[in-house]
DNA sequence: TCGATTAATGTAAGCGCTTGCAAGATTACG
DNA sequence: CGTAATCTTGCAAGCGCTTACATTAATCGA
């Protein structure tokens, strides 16, 4: 079932059933009307590997994330994917699940089907792998790691101020004794992420007793972490995820434990992910815009004046903190429970 | 940067070039060290159009569901792409909204694609779409919709058992008055599902006062539902929810509201998604096996002894009561908290 | 040492589609 | 009614790759 079928069927050459299927040129109506019954009759579909190879119109992006089940970055696709098809393109995610050598097949992968636009939002990164982006000609944006060229469009997240405060937050809160929660933290950008906490920890509060524990991503990560830390001897009273998608699981192990938060102990997230509304207590976490994340990387990644593509770029998005229920002030002694959690305090979200 | 040029730089014709990228056919070893070579210095990715085109073969599954947001597709998309690696095969996937327009484009994309398999994991569904995927040679499966033929296999989850043991357990927890929680249930599948929690209720016990209300899929749909049903003055004793993703947003509401769960109401899910644990009270829910599901669509869309397929085949999956803190003996008055949430009690799960 | 095998490589015909160019069909205008 | 200008449409050359088949090189037994 091809174009030749269509034209036959139709009575007409394949260039004409392209041009009507790609609405370009002109073709009498009475023609198109006969070529579009003659693709409906015979059910027909284009071959879209043959139309790229062509060197029809390549409406395809590319994305590859960390961990499409934290919502962090499903929420960054879905934007992305929505602008996308706004545009007429779709957009292919791939999966890395943290692995190094995964990332490198995703981008083989998304190169050898010559996607228009590639997008990769991820932890972590081979140096090796940025410099073959950027040798390629292909519009590249990435997200918290490389830096920006000529075609390599670069969003970070400010974390270091919203780790700073979250930490100020905390301190006061009158919580001098804080435990990290961090995940894989062998890979670069994420051991980044425990260093920020520890120097903003320091510099902001010498005398701040801090521990760190690393996990996997998600809550069940979270869950270990918060057991280790609980079985540590340190006591922290407040412990910071470096995500929500971890805290999820802390707030459940210190849930189980009948550990009251946030009166025994505070809890923080980072993301701001829709389920950190949903759980309860509700977690306190420093908002990172991912909707605004993701109508960036589309405008990086496509053409908006045709030609005129504005690149090599680099954007620092802020992070906003979240004050919700998962946090309150530092018990002094490690008493009970202190009646009802208080509501929300500071920046309200729709 | 093709094949051509990597021949030329090798010495070799684009043949060769072919045949020690795909692993076929025999080349001297030292000519493929030489091919290897070029390939790396010329940093050369194969276009996979193309290869696609010119008969190569096709690793390529795409699969379809309508929330990706919904853990429960996740799930089942995260199984099957891992199993699709490890033979080779790569996977697309499309997300519909639960809008069958979008469904129709999608299965025309992914036909466009020529993808080897097609895995429709949908509540929403055209009968004409069925039939034309029917038409088509393409393997397909379907889950929780449309019905087995030549090409397409199809797996549905005892939907009905499963909730009849729910209502079953409740009944027994002296429940009388149920309310459901559904979502799109204009869409036929999803509706059905509706439909299955009356007739369920109706038939285990004549006499209990039921309602319904439907909303958007997701904790935020859960919540907006479970307020209609705060607000209704029906004052039911237990709120069974159509699935783990919007109880979560019921389970919020019911907390902010101060009803303590599952004291003064119980809640129900049904999937069992990885949050149903993770939240506070824990969720009673029905299991459904989503890593088999992902494993037999691996198994119909893969031809594993080449060329014997077996399709044509119906698979029903059976679900399991996990009895979590979300459920409790119905309270006879409208009265306060009775102590500590119970643990587990049935069906204890890894 | 010399055909006869067998291994290694090259040749070239597509796969289904797009598109520049040219030919054929229409229309306009004097 | 003739010719130039304008529309429509067809022709055919690729796009980059795979693969059946042809060709050449290497190997072997007698």
Redesign the interface.
């Known amino acids: 079932m091809n174009l030749e079928d269509v034209a036959k069927r139709a009575n007409v050459s394949t260039a004409t059933v392209s041009r009507v299927l790609n609405n370009v040129g002109r073709v009498k109506h009475a023609t198109k009307a006969r070529v579009i019954q003659a693709v409906e009759e015979l059910?027909y579909?284009?071959?879209?590997?043959?139309r790229?190879?062509a060197g029809g119109p390549n409406r395809t992006l590319g994305m590859i994330v960390s961990n499409?089940?934290n919502?962090f970055f499903?929420d960054i696709?879905?934007t992305l994917?929505a602008d996308a098809h706004r545009r007429g393109y779709?957009v292919?995610?791939a999966?890395t699940d943290y692995r190094p050598q995964h990332l490198v097949s995703s981008v083989?992968?998304m190169?050898?089907?010559?996607v228009s636009g590639l997008a990769v939002v991820v932890s972590e990164m081979k140096p090796s792998l940025i410099r073959?982006l950027a040798?390629s000609r292909l519009p590249v944006v990435f997200y918290d790691v490389g830096a920006a060229r000529a075609n390599i469009t670069n969003i970070k997240v400010n974390y270091q101020n919203g780790m700073q405060r979250i930490v100020e937050y905390l301190y006061g809160l009158g919580h001098r004794r804080m435990a990290f929660i961090g995940h894989h933290t062998t890979l670069e950008p994420l051991n980044d992420r425990k260093r920020t906490f520890l120097e903003v920890a320091q510099a902001y509060a010498p005398r701040l007793k801090v521990m760190t524990v690393g996990s996997a991503d998600g809550?069940?990560g979270g869950?270990n972490a918060a057991r280790e830390i609980l079985t540590s001897g340190v006591h922290p009273t407040a412990i910071v995820c470096v995500n929500d998608f971890m805290a999820?699981?802390v707030?459940?192990e210190l849930?189980a434990r009948r550990i009251a938060v946030p009166d025994e102990l505070s809890v923080t997230g980072f993301d701001d992910i829709?389920?950190a509304?949903?759980?309860?207590p509700?977690l306190t976490t420093a908002h990172i815009p991912r909707e605004e994340i993701g109508h960036l990387i589309c405008e990086a990644l496509i053409p908006s004046h045709p030609g005129h593509r504005e690149h090599g770029h680099e954007v620092l998005v802020d992070t906003e903190l979240v004050v919700r229920e998962s946090t309150a002030p530092a018990q002094t002694r490690p008493a009970g429970r202190r009646g009802q959690p208080r509501r929300p305090v500071a920046v309200a979200r729709k």
């Open positions: 059910k579909t284009p071959n879209l590997n043959a790229m190879l499409l089940e919502p499903l696709f879905r994917e779709e292919l995610v999966n083989r992968l190169i050898g089907r010559r073959e040798d809550p069940v869950q999820l699981g707030l459940r849930h829709g389920l509304q949903f759980v309860s509700a």
